[in-house]
């Protein structure tokens, strides 16, 4: 069977990394979150910057010491920064506070999409972001973009992040959200839009299961 590239992209917490997740197990496929790749190079400026603050000029100065790789085990799919499992810190909202000013720096973004080209360079691969279907994979076989209501989004976020442990209340995951959403499809290089050729799909009224069964059937329609 012929492997196509499949690029989820869209809004933050319309479930594109589950989703992304389940497909690629489905159809045997490689599944890379490049949204993990911008948190994990936020994370690595966070360290290298002083009390919370981002060091632009530090970070860029650093930019190839940082070597971001991904495992699959039997806990999931794990995101490494020069060797340390950081899947979890990532996810922490100090880094979330951070990202979409750290995705905005050009050069951050020029090596990421060179990386996340090169794991695609045999196909065979879902990948999930905000510019796959637009500036990482512009011919990509299969594209999609997600969307739903900023308050749904939140629910889902603040829930996520109760399993994980993290306590924050619903009016910060909101603002924060609407705050990220605003920079991602604002920003200089490769906003966050949606791609000419992507299916678009609201996903506010439909659960998880609903979602994945729709997109399954539009890439499968693609791969026989
Ligand atoms: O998917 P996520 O919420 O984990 O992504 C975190 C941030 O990374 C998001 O706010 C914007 C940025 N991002 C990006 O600029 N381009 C991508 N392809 C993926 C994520």
Do not use: H, P
């Given at each position: 069977m012929?492997?196509?590239?499949?690029?989820?992209?869209?809004?933050?917490?319309?479930?594109?990394?589950?989703?992304?997740?389940r497909l690629a197990e489905t159809?045997?496929?490689t599944y890379i979150d490049?949204?993990?790749?911008?948190?994990?190079?936020?994370?690595?400026a966070l360290q290298e910057g002083h009390q919370g603050h981002i060091d632009k000029e530090k970070l860029l100065a650093k930019l190839d010491q940082i070597e971001i790789y991904f495992k699959y085990s039997k806990s999931g799919y794990q995101t490494f920064l020069n060797g340390l499992n950081i899947s979890k810190e990532i996810r922490l909202s100090e880094v979330t506070e951070k990202v979409s000013k750290v995705s905005k720096i050009i050069e951050v973004r020029e090596l990421l999409v060179t990386q996340q080209q090169k794991l695609g360079a045999k196909k065979g691969i879902i990948m999930d972001g905000r510019d796959i279907g637009t500036v990482v994979f512009p011919k990509a076989e299969c594209k999609f973009f997600l969307k739903a209501s900023p308050e749904i989004r939140a629910k889902r976020r603040q829930l996520e992040q109760i399993k994980a442990g993290n306590n924050e209340s619903f009016a910060s995951v909101l603002s924060n959200l609407k705050?990220?959403?605003?920079?991602?499809?604002t920003r200089k290089f490769s906003p966050l839009t949606k791609a000419d050729d992507a299916i678009e799909i609201d996903v506010s009224e439909?659960?998880?299961e609903e979602v994945y069964h729709q997109l399954l059937e539009h890439i499968s329609k693609k791969i026989i």
């Open positions: 012929q492997k196509i590239i499949v690029a989820i992209d869209g809004f933050a917490s319309t479930g594109k990394s589950s989703l992304a997740k159809l045997n496929y490049s949204g993990s790749m911008y948190r994990a190079v936020t994370y690595f705050e990220r959403d605003l920079m991602d499809s439909m659960s998880l």
